[in-house]
């Protein structure tokens, strides 16, 4: 049994509906993006084109558009995408046999859910058996060729080789050829100046490959050699194979319109130059308000929220403003005046300024009724409060409004600077004090500058006194002996000269005194051999100069032996020779460099000892190396000389302090200086030779020595 079946209604969807309509209909529906991409091709599309389906979808609508006509699809698909209609435009397209068929063409722009445009529907009716085909074949080519020959707008077609195919009128025209002058030429080298070439040659490159539209500008150049800035939109053409045809290009010559762009910018940039000149005389003028505060009131009186916020800006001022009438009293004050002042606004309003101040600064009161209307006068004054306090003030006035007897009005700031004044009697006090305290100070140091002059120049007498006690003797003895046979002769004349001699004699016996009480004025202090640790009051030396070191960023590399343990020194002397060794160092040293400080035990080799004549076979061994600039050989000679220096401060004696102490130890300190720094040695000695077996040879028993102070 068969059973038909119902089919309702609403078992019918819309798009059902619309899929079997646009299937039936006897005109051409195509559906394309705005850049004339097939997206739908219905049957009836398919007889009238020729194409199928499948060959047309995701290729471009050009394949079937005339050449001299593809500016006519993209004006309609730009007409499309501001959401205007084409309605019945009769035009021609191309089958695919390359026959034309005229036809009438209505196109809707096809919308998403959010309303935005994304495509467009053309529905296209045949026109072949109307009676006027013919006809509209031909007008639709005049039209063609009327438009891309006549429209103001820069056309050219180019194919695969870059030679150019077409051009239209108005580019000709402008350009200045004629169209046997540019048909086959290369289009690149003949219209594009060299500096574009390359970068044009790539936009070529990338329309003959894909199936899309570019936009860039670039200059063309005439016959004449002018040059036109053209904003070119291009376009390729593909066979139904996909084969690239030609690509052509529809430009507007936007020379003109970039020339009022860059005198619009020249115009804009020369606007803002002046804007922020007009801004820094406006700052400058602001910061000449509070001088003309008064003149701005009477200016703009009648502007009451100006007034209101000038008020405001001159009551929360920390000065007190004034005005004053041509008899020095107050006809204006803000409130800044009940707190300098301490009374009230309405005790001092009326009241002459000159009652407040202090008697000795009166006069000086008296040159504001004289004030020249250019003039700034400008005073410390003191004046009294409600309280009799004395404050300072300074007090800077010009005049306001004046008239041919002087001035009638004075506008002034007054500013509190009570405070400044008594911070400036302190610090006066507190230099003062600072003066005589450092005068103190340099009289000491010159006492102490004195007593190591002193002290240098004993030390030179006593070695001037060991080179003449020797003549001296010499010459006393013989004045004793000629002394002795004078007085032994019998010749009076010769006796008379007896007395000259004794006085030689006694004389030379006091010079004779005076050399020995020098060379016992000279004689070294003795120092204090206790076992201590070097190593430790080099460590304490360094912590003591560590702001030094790092005010001028020098970089400390100790090398301490640590097998050194404690060997017989003075301790103070000790530490007074690291301390002048590190100072001297620290000078020296350029800023960023590097100080090297070391300590080992040396055994110095038989010639040495031979040489040296040293007193002892193993000696500690400091050495303190700085990488400052080398010091001048007839520097280094004098260098542990009292008072010798290369140094614009110092007084010295340093060096000469320091050798002298390790001298005392029996040591010995030496200097070398080169291009790579300068490096201070000390030798102390550790024990003397007895403390080791006399039978060991020389080498064995140093080194016995300085192994067992390991």
């Known amino acids: 049994m068969e059973v038909d079946q119902v089919i309702k209604p609403q078992d019918i969807s819309e798009e059902a509906v619309l899929a079997a309509v646009v299937e039936a209909t006897e005109d051409a529906i195509i559906g394309k993006t705005l850049d004339g991409i097939v997206l739908s091709w219905n049957r009836a599309a398919e007889r009238m084109y020729g194409y199928s389906a499948e060959e047309m979808k995701g290729k471009s609508l050009l394949a079937i558009v005339p050449p001299e006509r593809?500016?006519?699809?993209?004006?309609?698909?730009?007409?499309?995408?501001?959401?205007?209609?084409?309605?019945?435009?009769?035009?021609?397209?191309?089958?695919?046999?390359?026959?034309?068929?005229?036809?009438?063409?209505?196109?809707?722009?096809?919308?998403?859910?959010?309303?935005?445009?994304?495509?467009?529907?053309?529905?296209?009716?045949?026109?072949?058996?109307?009676?006027?085909?013919?006809?509209?074949?031909?007008?639709?080519?005049?039209?063609?060729?009327?438009?891309?020959?006549?429209?103001?707008?820069?056309?050219?077609?180019?194919?695969?080789?870059?030679?150019?195919?077409?051009?239209?009128?108005?580019?000709?025209d402008t350009l200045g050829y004629k169209i046997g002058e540019v048909i086959g030429k290369n289009y690149l080298a003949s219209f594009v100046p060299p500096e574009s070439r390359e970068e044009l040659a790539g936009i070529f490159s990338t329309l003959s490959?894909?199936?899309?539209?570019?936009?860039?500008?670039?200059?063309?150049?005439?016959?004449?050699?002018?040059?036109?800035?053209?904003?070119?939109?291009?376009?390729?053409?593909?066979?139904?194979?996909?084969?690239?045809?030609y690509f052509y290009g529809i430009g507007t010559d936007i020379t003109e319109k970039r020339r009022k762009e860059i005198e619009l910018q020249n115009t804009r940039d020369a606007l803002e130059l002046r804007v922020r000149e007009r801004t820094a005389e406006l700052v400058k003028a602001n910061e000449n308000l509070r001088a003309e505060i008064a003149h701005r009131i009477e200016v703009e009186r009648q502007l009451r929220e100006s007034e209101h916020l000038y008020h405001v800006l001159v009551e929360e001022v920390p000065d007190v403003?004034?005005?004053?009438?041509?008899?020095?009293?107050?006809?204006?004050?803000?409130?800044?005046?009940?707190?300098?002042?301490?009374?009230?606004?309405?005790?001092?309003?009326?009241?002459?300024?000159?009652?407040?101040?202090?008697?000795?600064?009166?006069?000086?009161i008296q040159e504001l009724f004289t004030l020249k209307s250019d003039a700034i006068w400008d005073e410390e004054i003191g004046l009294i409060d409600a309280n009799k306090r004395m404050k300072f003030s300074r007090i800077r006035c010009r005049v306001l409004r004046e008239d041919e007897n002087g001035p009638l009005e004075l506008e002034g700031v007054l500013r509190d600077i009570t405070r400044r004044k008594t911070l400036e009697r302190e610090l006066k006090a507190s230099r003062n004090e600072l003066l005589e305290k450092i005068r103190i100070i340099d009289d000491l140091y010159a006492h102490i500058v004195e007593l190591g002059k002193a002290r240098a120049i004993a030390d030179h007498t006593a070695e001037v006194a060991h080179e003449l006690r020797q003549p001296l003797a010499i010459i006393g003895g013989f004045a004793r002996r000629l002394a002795r046979k004078l007085?032994?002769?019998?010749?009076?004349?010769?006796?008379?000269c007896t007395y000259p001699a004794e006085i030689i004699s006694s004389e030379i016996q006091r010079l004779e005194k005076i050399l020995e009480g020098l060379i016992a004025y000279n004689k070294l202090d003795s120092i204090e051999l206790e076992n201590s640790d070097p190593n430790k009051i080099i460590r304490e030396v360094l912590l003591v100069f560590d702001p030094m070191m790092k005010k001028k960023n020098l970089k400390i590399v100790d090398h301490l032996g640590e097998e050194l343990g404690s060997i017989p020194l003075d301790p103070g002397g000790f530490e007074q020779v690291v301390r002048n060794l590190l100072s001297n160092a620290i000078d020296a040293s350029p800023p960023g460099g590097v100080l090297e400080v070391e300590t080992t035990f040396s055994i110095p080799g038989d010639k040495a000892h031979e040489i040296g004549r040293l007193e002892s076979d193993c000696y500690f061994q400091l050495k303190i190396r700085n990488s400052g600039p080398p010091i001048q050989r007839e520097d280094i000679q004098r260098i542990f000389s009292p008072f010798f220096t290369t140094k614009n401060y110092g007084t010295g004696i340093g060096l000469t302090v320091s050798k002298k102490i390790v001298e005392a130890h029996k040591g010995s300190i030496s200097v070398q200086s080169d291009e790579a720094g300068t490096v201070f040695t000390v030798w102390l000695p550790v024990l003397e030779n007895e403390d080791i077996d006399e039978h060991d040879s020389q080498v064995t028993r140093r080194t016995r020595l300085c192994g067992l102070r390991a």
């Open 321 to 364: 403003i004034f005005v004053l009438d041509r008899h020095g009293r107050f006809t204006f004050l803000n409130t800044q005046a009940e707190k300098f002042f301490e009374w009230s606004l309405q005790y001092l309003l009326g009241s002459e300024l000159k009652t407040y101040v202090v008697p000795e600064d009166r006069e000086k």
């Open 209 to 245: 490959t894909r199936h899309e539209q570019t936009v860039n500008e670039n200059y063309v150049v005439s016959k004449d050699g002018a040059r036109y800035l053209v904003e070119w939109r291009g376009l390729p053409v593909f066979d139904i194979e996909g084969r690239f045809q």
């Open 487 to 496: 007085q032994s002769a019998g010749n009076q004349d010769l006796q008379g």
């Open 70 to 172: 593809a500016i006519e699809l993209r004006l309609i698909l730009d007409q499309i995408a501001r959401g205007k209609r084409v309605v019945r435009l009769e035009t021609v397209r191309i089958r695919k046999d390359g026959t034309p068929v005229p036809v009438s063409l209505s196109v809707t722009p096809i919308r998403d859910r959010s309303g935005a445009i994304i495509g467009a529907a053309t529905v296209a009716r045949d026109l072949t058996s109307t009676t006027r085909a013919a006809k509209l074949v031909q007008a639709a080519r005049k039209f063609s060729s009327d438009i891309l020959e006549n429209a103001p707008i820069f056309f050219v077609a180019i194919d695969a080789q870059g030679k150019t195919l077409a051009m239209n009128r108005h580019m000709l």
